[in-house]
């Protein structure tokens, strides 16, 4: 070695010493270990006009937006500090409500977070070596946090809303290097068997595809890279020759129930969730693929838990897609912070998330 590279790495190895853990993490882009939290839950709801006779509702009727935010901050801090102590990275926070924007402040609920809480937030997590990505779901099944904006879909107002919501996003985050836009689910079947729906907007074709650049582009000048759900391109492959490469897609494939992690002996109905990991490594998009330990209603029905689904998705994605391509994992529960048995559902989901991405672990499960 000569004496230059010889300063060269002894340089390099006391600046990496010396780096804070969390800027270790941060540009380990292939190594992302992330957990979504819920600070909002209205995601699951129809927006209510607020001048509507509640009267008229069923006692507990489902797909009521909360007014109250459910998030408990002792129980959001127990989460996060179990993600430091499993040595998870990533924290995706599902913002909806939760959040007082700037430009909309009418969209917040009792209990939002303020901009200041939400940097302070950031700044304690990333001292303990977790990265803070936020999330809005611009999804037409997902979006009752916009209140009235739920209902002015694909307007020039709905635009500049979400044009200016996610300009907050990126202030108040620091400009973070990605931005969730949600974007799962939106189809007529889902939104007439949800339950909870009123009204029923969904978009397709080249409209569904005019917003959803809109979004990526919106993030991408704001300084942040676009991450999506996956699932419109099970039923439109085609969308991936002209989706830019720029997003980050997440797939996600639950229920062991719907045929299996074996894409050859799968032959059921959701046998294109599972190609679509594969269709996505054709294509060449980067992948955080995502798991859960939230059991579906196949699943719920055969009295068999989700907690194997994570450690088996992660050794079907580190044998099949390309390792440039692979760039870490998202876990989640799809429960609110607010009880102490809903915490303790996602302390699991977090300890489960850890035991995957242990290679002696996931190296011995079976597929």
């Given at each position: 070695?000569?004496?230059?590279?010889?300063?060269?790495?002894?340089?390099?190895?006391?600046?990496?010493?010396?780096?804070?853990?969390?800027?270790?993490?941060?540009?380990?882009?292939?190594?992302?270990?992330?957990?979504?939290?819920?600070?909002?839950?209205?995601?699951?709801?129809?927006?209510l006009p607020e001048d509507m006779d509640q009267s008229v509702l069923r006692h507990g009727d489902i797909g009521t937006p909360d007014t109250v935010l459910?998030?408990?901050?002792?129980?959001?801090?127990?989460?996060?500090?179990?993600?430091?102590?499993?040595?998870?990275?990533?924290?995706?926070?599902?913002?909806?409500?939760?959040?007082?924007?700037?430009?909309?402040?009418?969209?917040?609920?009792k209990g939002s977070w303020t901009a200041d809480k939400m940097r302070a937030e950031v700044t304690r997590l990333r001292k303990v070596g977790i990265e803070s990505i936020p999330k809005l779901n611009f999804s037409t099944h997902h979006n009752g946090w916009m209140k009235h904006y739920h209902h002015m879909v694909s307007s020039p107002a709905y635009y500049r809303f979400c044009e200016e919501v996610i300009r907050d996003v990126a202030e108040i985050?620091?400009?973070?290097?990605?931005?969730?836009?949600?974007?799962?689910?939106?189809?007529?079947?889902?939104?007439?068997?949800?339950?909870?729906?009123?009204?029923?907007?969904?978009?397709?074709?080249?409209?569904?595809?005019?917003?959803?650049?809109?979004?990526?582009?919106?993030?991408?000048?704001?300084?942040?890279?676009?991450?999506?759900?996956?699932?419109?391109?099970w039923d439109h492959t085609d969308f991936l020759q002209r989706c830019p490469k720029s997003v980050i897609m997440s797939n996600w494939f639950y229920d062991e129930s719907n045929g299996g992690f074996d894409l050859a002996k799968n032959n059921t109905v959701c046998r294109k969730r599972l190609k679509n990991f594969y269709d996505l490594a054709k294509a060449g998009f980067d992948q955080i693929p995502c798991g859960t330990n939230w059991a579906g209603y196949m699943r719920e029905e055969l009295k068999i838990g989700a907690d194997d689904v994570i450690g088996k998705l992660v050794k079907l994605c580190r044998r099949d897609i390309p390792p440039i391509h692979l760039k870490g994992f998202l876990m989640t529960s799809w429960r609110a912070l607010d009880t102490p048995e809903n915490l303790a559902f996602n302390l699991k989901a977090i300890d489960l998330m850890s035991t995957a991405l242990t290679p002696q672990d996931a190296s011995s499960i079976r597929l």
């Open positions: 070695m000569t004496r230059k590279n010889f300063i060269k790495t002894t340089l390099f190895t006391g600046l990496s010493s010396a780096m804070p853990r969390s800027l270790g993490a941060a540009n380990d882009s292939h190594n992302i270990k992330a957990m979504l939290l819920h600070l909002g839950f209205n995601m699951w709801c129809d927006y459910r998030t408990r901050d002792e129980f959001w801090r127990k989460a996060t500090d179990r993600m430091a102590e499993r040595g998870l990275n990533m924290l995706v926070i599902d913002l909806g409500e939760g959040l007082v924007f700037p430009s909309h402040p009418e969209l917040a609920i985050f620091g400009r973070p290097r990605f931005f969730h836009i949600g974007c799962d689910e939106e189809n007529v079947w889902n939104l007439a068997n949800d339950g909870y729906h009123r009204s029923i907007v969904a978009r397709t074709k080249e409209l569904w595809e005019h917003d959803f650049l809109h979004l990526v582009r919106t993030c991408e000048r704001n300084g942040m890279r676009p991450w999506a759900w996956s699932d419109y391109s």
